[in-house]
């Protein structure tokens, strides 16, 4: 989906997952009370005049009617309203990597800063460096393995 990314990468599980609940929750809390009422008072389904034994095609139709508008009309609001990313995702991209960038500039000091103190760790902690094989680079925070 087009939401994966315009959102963080930390973020995305979380914000997929509230659209398929809110959109899920909604239609199933919402769906069956509108096609109901569509179906009784737009297009004439009569609850009463339903005998259960004989077909009862204009209930039928009624019914049909008023499911397909609560499937079309909903899409077509969406279609609309996803069709305005095409105006904010290049705009969201832009700032979303701006935010990645930053990040990953203060981490990488951060990175380089906890190599330093691992590298200052493993000589402290191989005494002899020659006699464990390890050889330190402490300016650059590097461990090499001999």
Known sequence: PILSHIV???????ILAWECALENSIANAVGPLVVSLIAE???GYDLKADSGTETDLDGARALAKALAATICIPWTIDFFLYSLLHVTYPRD?????????????GG???QKTAAKE?????????????EHGIKVDVTEGNVINC
């Not at 590298?119 to 191989?126: L, S």
């Open 8 to 14: 963080p990468a930390e973020s995305r599980s979380r």
């Open 41 to 43: 008072k737009l297009f």
């Open 93 to 105: 991209v832009r700032r979303l990597e701006r935010r990645e960038q930053q990040q990953l500039g």
């Open 108 to 110: 990488a000091a951060e």
């Open 118 to 130: 691992v590298a200052a760790a493993a000589a402290a902690a191989a005494g002899d460096q020659e």
